[in-house]
């Protein structure tokens, strides 16, 4: 028969009818009466405890006095098992509890736990693939968020939000589901929250009180963010000492069973935990308790006092002086973009390369915003004082762009730099850093005019101080002009508008072009839609609708074509819809059918047809 610990404690107190037993004094007895069964929990780690020493005693009575908390809620429960609220709790048996029998106890309900484990195994097998989006995960995670927002324990606290993540572009090594209370932060990236992390191996899930480490690194860097958590947790832990009664530890000592720099972090982050076994998740009443317990914690963990550390009140000043620029990195951009990992890391690649890129693409797929993402990935921070942008048009001019003579509003004329000239000085007095010059609508203005000398000497291979020119507008005591190897060069193409013509040979070859998709088939998108409130038949409308709509203009190849289709920026909402019927309606009526008129222009019934088959 499998080892119970409820019931091994029931034996113990029926056997010592009088006495009242400590959890470490029933830990005791374990220790001495299961020597086989211990052995073999040695040898697994699903429940094992990283501070703790399970080949020694006080290893073992220190995780089997944990458990016997843990079991609180069903040692409560128990009709001969009385449970005294003192510290530490004493437990004795009880012959007849308040006339409490087996028959009368309530049923236990095990929803949480279907519900976990419907979740993991839908993990388990979907990892396997490639990241995307998959209905019955999606199913399985909104489940589980759902229950939690319905316990009791999270519905009676207002301020609560709860979120899971399985990976943004790819899948995570260790999934999560968070509890954030908005008084203290909305994010897992900083503060103080509880979590469920699950290992790697999905045998074990441990419900935490944690801090986000993510800003932490970027401003102090990962050894000193560790120190600082392991600080606060040394503050903290005092304060809620009381959860230990109820089997959570006071330590960092959870195994996730990966070597993914995520999980390092989250266990450095860890102030308290409670293992829940994949093969023993709890029922619903004892989750209930556990929840209750270590939200009551984080509630007490919201009065704590917490000082500055030195390190972080050197790091105020400096970002003060605005000497502290957050990190970016690929991850970072992936939790924007709805693009996939290989993509982003191979537009870095040809950009890096290539010194200068050109993002392609039809209204509304996001070259604005996905333009600023990829300059602060290439950079390495999120810093707009290495990133300058300009917009072309048919009036801008080389003495706009490079140097030039302009009215100085005395009646006269005076040289003046232009925006990438000025630009350029700032690049090349900072060598070690990234400097990415932004030009929106290149294909506007007129390039060869525009760009002047700047045509040979943007090439990649024609970069450093060997390729310096003269400038046409430079004096006898100018220097000559060159473009450092640390300015990179994005542009922004819209490929739909007939206006303009096709940008000229000459600058096509000294860009390399990378085309922007629309993306409503992207497992991100759907995720984004869901998110701001807009209903599972309102996205599959807009993703099949749009779909349909872009296939027949990618068809149209004599009046439109593959650069014509319609993006997915028309439908990403930034804040909750609270009417999505109305929110659809109001895009496809004032945004989308102009569009079409302007492509349609001499069919204007197929317009109209496209917009009638959108609200159908």
Avoid: C
Avoid at 18 to 34: N, V
Avoid at 218 to 241: H, N
Avoid at 262 to 274: D, N, S
Avoid at 540 to 557: F, H, P, T, W, Y
């Amino acid at each position: 028969m499998a080892f119970d610990l409820v019931n091994e404690v029931y034996k113990l107190l029926s056997e010592h009818p009088s006495d009242k037993f400590e959890a470490r004094e029933i830990a005791e007895h374990i220790y001495r009466s299961f020597p086989d069964y211990l052995e073999e929990r040695t040898k697994k780690s699903a429940h094992r405890n990283k501070s703790r020493d399970l080949n020694t005693k006080d290893g073992w009575l220190s995780q089997l006095t944990a458990e016997i908390g843990a079991k609180n809620p069903q040692l409560v429960r128990h009709p001969h098992i009385e449970v005294l609220e003192t510290r530490p709790k004493k437990y004795l048996f009880a012959t007849d509890k308040t006339g409490t029998s087996i028959d009368q106890l309530p049923i236990e309900t095990r929803e949480f736990s279907d519900k976990l484990s419907f979740f993991l195994e839908a993990f388990r097998e979907r990892r396997e693939e490639p990241f995307s989006y998959d209905e019955l995960l999606t199913e399985a995670m909104n489940e589980l968020k759902l229950w939690l927002e319905r316990s009791k324990s999270v519905s009676l606290r207002p301020n609560l939000k709860v979120t899971i993540s399985v990976g943004k572009g790819n899948w995570t090594k260790t999934p999560w589901i968070a509890i954030l209370d908005r008084e203290v932060t909305e994010t897992t990236q900083k503060g103080i929250y509880v979590v469920f992390l699950v290992a790697e191996d999905l045998s074990v899930t441990y419900l935490t009180l944690n801090q986000g480490m993510t800003q932490l690194s970027r401003s102090l860097g990962d050894a000193a963010a560790t120190k600082e958590m392991r600080r606060v947790s040394a503050v903290v832990r005092p304060k809620i000492e009381k959860i230990t009664d109820e089997g959570f530890t006071l330590d960092e000592g959870i195994d996730l069973k990966s070597q993914a720099s995520a999980a390092r972090k989250y266990e450095a982050g860890t102030i308290a935990h409670l293992a829940l076994p994949s093969d023993d998740i709890p029922d619903d009443g004892a989750m209930e308790h556990h929840l209750n317990v270590v939200l009551g914690a984080y509630e007490l963990s919201k009065h704590v006092e917490i000082s500055q550390s030195e390190d972080q009140s050197e790091q105020s000043d400096l970002k003060e002086l605005n000497q502290v620029i957050d990190s970016y990195t690929v991850d970072d951009a992936l939790d924007e973009l709805f693009l996939e990992r290989q993509d982003v890391e191979r537009y870095l690649d040809i950009w890096r390369h290539k010194k200068n890129l050109i993002l392609q693409g039809a209204p509304g797929v996001g070259k604005s915003f996905i333009a600023k993402r990829l300059a602060y990935a290439l950079i390495g921070f999120k810093d707009d004082g290495k990133v300058q942008a300009v917009q072309f048009h048919q009036s801008y001019s080389y003495e706009d762009f490079v140097q030039g003579y302009r009215p100085n509003g005395n009646q006269g004329f005076e040289r003046k730099n232009g925006s990438f000239y000025e630009f350029r000085d700032r690049a090349l007095a900072d060598p070690s850093s990234t400097y990415v010059f932004i030009i929106d609508e290149i294909n506007r203005g007129n390039l060869s005019k525009i760009f002047g000398e700047l045509m040979l000497l943007i090439e990649a291979d024609k970069r450093g101080p060997m390729w310096k020119t003269r400038l046409a507008y430079a004096s006898d005591n100018d220097q000559d002009f060159y473009v450092p190897d640390n300015l990179f060069i994005l542009g922004m193409m819209n490929t739909a508008d007939r206006s303009l013509s096709l940008v000229d040979y000459a600058l096509r070859r000294r860009f390399a072009f990378v085309a922007m998709e629309p993306l409503y088939g992207a497992a991100k998108f759907r995720a984004q839609l869901e998110r701001y409130g807009i209903p599972e038949d309102t996205i599959n409308q807009i993703v099949n609708k749009m779909g349909e709509l872009n296939q027949a203009i990618e068809s149209d190849r004599t009046n439109l074509g593959p650069g014509f289709r319609i993006g997915h920026s028309f439908f990403t909402p930034t804040e909750d819809v609270d009417d999505p019927e109305a929110w659809y309606r109001r895009i496809v009526e004032t945004e989308i059918y102009p569009l079409l008129e302007e492509y349609w222009f001499d069919a204007p019934e197929t317009a109209d047809q496209w917009r009638n088959e959108l609200l159908r």
